[in-house]
């Protein structure tokens, strides 16, 4: 059998057909097959790969600290280096009230942590979160992902949960004294990139504080640069009590973690103790790895390269089949209007003879196709990827 055989007899499947593609290498902003063909990456891991594929600054980081200890004790138990130098670093590049960081295996986790958290330091059981939200596929982050197609299947699910209208003033009044904790993706991005009104998420944040109850911003896509700000909820002058990270925040190696200010967090250490615990959650090389890609953020100003190559994909992919573009930074979603069409695209660029286009589609907007490449990719590699896509687009 080769690979690919053993890949759908032994691999466990997300779906009926696997898209399969064989990766042999990738390295910044493009992926190499096992036949050696090329393609300009527009997906980054889903956010993950901000700062590219394998950067140098990175994979020396991950040496060092492979040649220093992998895994010791499970998380919270011994100081770690990386763990303590990467929460310091992020605590100084946040606001003072977001100082307490909880390392986690991935963003799901990190959105389970953040319940129960909000439930613990609350004493309070409702959660509120939006339709078209996606938060992951634990069975607490699926309770409060929002599309009952996604839901349905694994009823029940945690009692208590309320999904609202996102961009909606109609349901403030659910905000009260029972309410544990408001979850919301600062930017929704499955639902195709859709961005809050900041009067509405200033008036979220602003109930919240009157109630009581904890506002908690999902940012395990928009973190780290995406939006061309460091933390998208700059946009708009609000500060969560809860943040969630991951994606990026590994810098390709797993992670996640959930932020809050201190005196919250440690509603987690008593009544019961060991309130949220984690054995790989926090790995050294993970935070190592991490760490030194929010460096390379910072150091290369990579967030302050988003807006014009923003502008540069949208003046570029003008056609008239493209019906809009959603967008918010260096992530996109172009609506082709259905999903055949979509999808016909998709398959198109990638197969590609020359040069793949590698893309995907949304979950709750499946008629659009995505872009969210490494903010390292270049001018040169975007005019390459669009002319690809403009190409296709004219022989569809």
């Given at each position: 059998?080769?690979?690919?055989?053993?890949?759908?007899?032994?691999?466990?499947?997300?779906?009926?057909?696997?898209?399969?593609?064989?990766?042999?290498?990738?390295?910044?902003?493009?992926?190499?097959d096992t036949a050696g063909k090329e393609y300009i990456d527009l997906i980054g891991g889903i956010s993950v790969?901000?700062?590219?594929?394998?950067?140098?600054?990175?994979?020396?980081?991950?040496?060092?600290?492979?040649?220093?200890?992998?895994?010791?004790?499970?998380?919270?138990?011994v100081v770690q280096?990386?763990?303590?130098?990467?929460?310091?670093?992020?605590?100084?590049?946040?606001?003072?009230?977001?100082?307490?960081?909880?390392?986690?295996?991935?963003?799901?986790?990190?959105?389970?942590?953040?319940?129960?958290?909000?439930?613990?330091y609350t004493n309070r059981t409702r959660i509120i979160?939006?339709?078209?939200?996606?938060?992951?596929?634990?069975?607490?982050?699926?309770?409060?992902?929002?599309?009952?197609?996604?839901?349905?299947?694994?009823?029940?699910?945690?009692?208590?949960?309320?999904?609202?209208?996102?961009?909606?003033?109609?349901?403030?009044?659910e905000i009260n004294e029972s309410t544990a904790c408001v979850i919301l993706?600062?930017?929704?991005?499955?639902?195709?990139?859709?961005a809050p009104q900041a009067d509405w998420l200033q008036t979220v944040r602003k109930k919240c504080s009157e109630t009581g109850a904890l506002l908690v911003l999902d940012e395990i896509q928009a973190g780290f640069g995406r939006t061309g700000k460091l933390w998208g909820f700059e946009h708009f002058n609000v500060v969560?009590?809860?943040?969630?990270?991951?994606?990026?925040?590994?810098?390709?190696?797993?992670?996640?973690?959930?932020?809050?200010?201190?005196?919250?967090?440690?509603?987690?250490?008593?009544?019961?103790?060991?309130?949220?615990?984690?054995t790989f959650g926090g790995h050294p090389v993970s935070c190592?790895?991490?760490?030194?890609?929010?460096?390379?953020?910072?150091?290369?100003?990579l967030a302050e390269t988003v807006a014009l190559k923003e502008e540069l994909f949208k003046s570029l992919l003008t056609h008239p089949l493209i019906k809009n573009i959603n967008s918010f930074g260096l992530w996109m979603a172009v609506d082709m209007g259905t999903f055949e069409l979509n999808k016909k695209l998709i398959d198109t660029i990638?197969?590609?003879?020359?040069?793949?286009v590698f893309t995907d589609w949304f979950l709750f907007a499946a008629s659009s196709f995505r872009i969210c490449p490494p903010l390292t990719i270049s001018e040169a590699e975007i005019r390459e990827a669009c002319s690809i896509i403009i190409n296709a687009l004219n022989n569809l």
């Open positions: 059998m080769n690979q690919r055989e053993l890949f759908l007899r032994h691999v466990g499947q997300t779906s009926a057909a696997p898209l399969s593609l064989e990766i042999a290498k990738a390295t910044g902003c493009r992926l190499f790969a901000n700062t590219g594929h394998r950067h140098p600054a990175i994979i020396e980081a991950v040496k060092k600290q492979l040649d220093q200890y992998l895994h010791v004790m499970v998380y919270g138990e280096s990386p763990q303590v130098q990467y929460a310091k670093l992020l605590a100084d590049y946040l606001p003072a009230q977001l100082n307490s960081v909880y390392f986690t295996n991935s963003g799901a986790e990190a959105v389970e942590g953040a319940m129960k958290l909000a439930k613990r979160a939006a339709k078209n939200s996606y938060h992951g596929s634990t069975q607490g982050a699926l309770s409060i992902l929002g599309d009952e197609y996604w839901r349905n299947a694994y009823r029940p699910l945690l009692p208590d949960i309320l999904h609202i209208d996102y961009n909606s003033y109609e349901w403030l009044h993706e600062t930017v929704q991005a499955e639902g195709g990139i859709i969560p009590d809860i943040l969630l990270l991951g994606k990026a925040l590994g810098g390709g190696m797993p992670l996640g973690a959930f932020v809050s200010d201190r005196n919250i967090m440690m509603a987690l250490t008593e009544n019961p103790v060991l309130g949220h615990i984690t190592a790895a991490g760490l030194a890609a929010l460096k390379v953020v910072l150091d290369e100003q990638l197969e590609n003879e020359t040069m793949g």
